[in-house]
């Protein structure tokens, strides 16, 4: 029953986790906004989390089935549509065999309560060996330095911005994405506090951002050269004697191997390949030396390059080398009140980093993902082991993947597709069968991702606004895709979900019967309630008195603060040494890689991407206020440059690669790095098969026809988005070419 009044909730859109009020009446969402009295976000609120109400009453939004026949959609009950993916998944499995199946999760299963905490006992039901995610295309490399360095893909350190004296930020804009893999009320409000304390806040980027022209300054690295700038500025650290561990001596293994390495990156050899002079590089090391505490943070513009390992290695190498990481106004670790991603996420014991060999290009598996940019290939070229069936889930790869141009002339030749997505968009208008999810607003919410990268232990649970009603609890639906895939289309899923809160429960040192006993109501309720119990914080189940459980929250409608983070290498780390490994062999076997690229300076025109405010990559741009007004979707380009190649502002231009083209509208932008132009990610809603209205009217244009499949970081096969070779010419538009459109 929908109960109109006020619903305290937290926004699940990003790692800002704003504190919202929704307003129901006559069984509507009538209005959204920020809850002043929500104890974490404390009234902070961005554009997005506004429109909650009207994401959930978009008449585009999925509520039933979906099943295809040809090129023609009909609503279908659910027992039809598993009946309809039983037939098709039985049919692969017939011809192919079990391991012609494959997955990609994007970054939206995050968001679902119930595909956060299902999607690896889905997997793992499935018997999918071929995995990809976003992962691959926007911060796998920061994952694969953490696991070297200390042992957890997901044990990231987070810039303690509030408590420092000076915050460097590598390719990031909280002013556009909050703070992705760093959750924080207001990034920028703490940036003003800090500068009014008589900090200090610099950026790093080719681009001039509105985070950077709030900064005291900023420093217009080129594209793909922050690993060999960081290095530069390590070599000053060695060579003035300037290293100091502080509280991390005799806890780091490969100090000396460091020093030999920066040995070969001084100032003045990297300046030409940064496009700095070597001054610049000298002057921020100098302010590390003399700053008591500071705080480097690097995110989408470090991971998304072809140095993208290197670059994310070497954010936390200076926080060791300056005394700063583990510490009180540098970078420290969180202490999630329900440590959901350490319970789920983990690699299997003993399973390599990296393994496996992808069938086309050879390329390995890291972390056991295969490259995003590999999955076209690997449907497209005939043999065995060629991916006839695919699962996504929360995913939009045809627009959202590199090389998404390929990836859409692949996806006709799949034989069975299944899509657990709220729209037919771009990617899940190939598939077979589409199984909806209930909307933000029908789930309940308790943030698995954000507290994880936040230096504040706390909580928020959030019931459901409104019944998910007409539907199988989502559980079922998430662990039923799972057994068709894997041949079991007739598994016995209350069984399943028992098995896998047992083995949840015993792996945390629980007893599983007791387990059971205490939490008997199946579901992603009760494995959050396993994860508090057995955090930092919990009962263990009655065994520690005035633990916390999950009741702890739900009368906690503003949220719930426990703590704020301590230092925890005294922990250890669940590396070869059981220390910090601060050079480790995988990341230096590309150190010569780069060396190389030091040597030879490409003058080429290089393309980066960009983000704002109202976008969330390719999602949401089916909420008119959130795209209309001034169009976002253009090709930013230095006056200098336009005028060199004879281009206007606001003209149509012909933007190429060796991968596509596309025509876009030409914004020309002082604020950015001669030598660079810029696109937004997640545009190109041009599709007419689509069912996306209010998306359509704003289609853009797809930067990722443009990101070559090849081109990725060497060592964890993460896409390069940023640093393409391109070309911009003025566009010569055939008639009746409509804009946005690849030509």
């Known amino acids: 029953m929908i109960q109109n009044g006020l619903h305290h909730r937290s926004c699940p859109l990003c790692e800002g986790m704003c504190g919202i009020t929704v307003t129901v009446e006559g069984g509507r969402a009538a209005s959204v906004r920020a809850n002043r009295q929500d104890v974490w976000s404390q009234g902070h609120i961005c554009p997005k989390g506004t429109t909650l109400g009207t994401l959930h009453h978009d008449p585009d939004r999925l509520r039933t089935p979906m099943v295809r026949d040809g090129n023609a959609w009909k609503s279908a009950s659910w027992e039809a549509a598993f009946e309809r993916l039983e037939m098709l998944v039985g049919g692969v499995r017939n011809r192919h065999g079990p391991h012609a199946f494959a997955a990609y999760g994007g970054n939206m299963a995050g968001k679902d309560t119930t595909l956060s905490r299902y999607s690896g006992l889905m997997l793992a039901t499935s018997g999918i060996q071929q995995i990809y995610s976003s992962g691959t295309v926007d911060q796998h490399p920061k994952n694969l330095s953490a696991m070297l360095m200390f042992g957890n893909e997901w044990k990231i350190p987070i810039p303690d911005l509030d408590n420092t004296d000076l915050f460097i930020i590598f390719g990031g804009n909280p002013a556009a994405s909050k703070g992705s893999i760093f959750s924080h009320r207001d990034v920028m409000g703490a940036m003003r506090d800090l500068r009014a304390r008589g900090g200090r806040v610099i950026v790093v980027d080719p681009v001039r951002t509105q985070t950077a022209r709030s900064a005291d300054q900023w420093i217009g690295l080129r594209p793909g050269s922050d690993a060999a700038f960081m290095l530069g500025v390590a070599h000053v650290l060695f060579a003035r004697d300037a290293v100091r561990l502080r509280h991390l001596e005799g806890l780091v293994e490969g100090l000396e191997s460091l020093r030999d390495i920066v040995g070969g990156f001084s100032p003045q050899s990297v300046a030409a390949h940064c496009g700095i002079e070597a001054m610049i590089i000298e002057d921020l090391a100098e302010e590390l030396i003399c700053t008591e505490r500071s705080a480097i943070y690097g995110r989408i513009g470090t991971c998304t390059q072809s140095f993208g390992t290197l670059a994310s290695w070497m954010i936390d190498v200076l926080a060791i080398l300056t005394g700063n990481l583990d510490r009180r106004g540098g970078s420290m670790w969180s202490r999630p009140v329900a440590p959901l991603v350490d319970m789920l996420s983990m690699l299997p014991a003993g399973m390599p980093i990296v ?94 991702w954000s507290w994880v990268f936040c230096l504040t232990s706390g909580g928020h649970y959030s019931p459901p606004v409104f019944p998910a009603t007409g539907r199988p609890e989502h559980w079922r639906v998430v662990t039923r895709v799972g057994a068709i895939i894997g041949g079991q289309p007739n598994a016995d899923v209350e069984a399943m979900d028992d098995g896998y809160f047992r083995g949840l429960a015993t792996a945390h040192g629980i007893d599983e019967d007791m387990a059971i006993e205490a939490l008997p109501e199946r579901g992603p309720t009760r494995i959050l309630d396993l994860a508090i119990r057995t955090g930092p914080f919990g009962d263990r189940f009655g065994t520690l008195s005035n633990g916390l459980t999950l009741e702890s929250f739900r009368d906690k409608p503003d949220g719930l603060i426990i703590a704020p983070a301590i230092p925890r290498a005294i922990e250890g780390f669940k590396t070869p040494s059981g220390k910090i490994e601060i050079a480790p062999a995988l990341i230096l ?71 596509g083209e596309i025509v876009v509208p030409l914004e020309t932008n002082d604020d950015i790095r001669p030598g660079v132009v810029s696109m937004p990610h997640g545009w190109g809603h041009g599709d007419p098969q689509t069912r996306l209205g209010v998306a359509q009217a704003h289609a853009g244009s797809n930067t990722n026809i443009l990101s070559p499949g090849t081109m990725v970081d060497v060592i964890s096969g993460n896409a390069v988005l940023n640093g393409i070779p391109v070309r911009v010419t003025k566009a010569d538009l055939p008639s009746g070419n409509e804009f946005g459109a690849a030509i």
């Open 355 to 448: 393994m496996g060999k992808s069938r086309v290009r050879g390329v390995p598996a890291v972390l056991g993902q295969f490259p995003a940019s590999c999955m076209a290939e690997e449907i497209a070229t005939p043999g065995p082991g060629q991916i006839k069936g695919l699962l996504t889930f929360g995913a939009n790869p045809a627009l959202s993947a590199p090389d998404s141009g390929r990836l859409v002339q692949a996806l006709p030749l799949l034989e069975c597709m299944v899509s657990l997505d709220n729209y037919l968009n771009e990617t899940t208008r190939h598939a077979h069968v589409i199984l909806p999810s209930p909307s933000l607003l029908e789930s309940e919410h308790f943030d698995m």
């Open 589 to 659: 076997s590309d150190i010569h890689r780069l060396e190389q690229a030091v040597r030879t300076n490409d003058s080429s025109l290089v393309l980066v991407s960009r983000r704002h405010l109202r976008s969330l990559n390719s999602w949401m741009h089916n909420i008119d206020t959130l795209v209309k007004g001034k169009e976002r979707c253009t090709l930013q380009m230095h006056s200098t440059d336009a005028a060199t190649h004879g281009l206007v502002n606001g003209e149509m231009v012909a933007l190429s690669s060796v991968a």
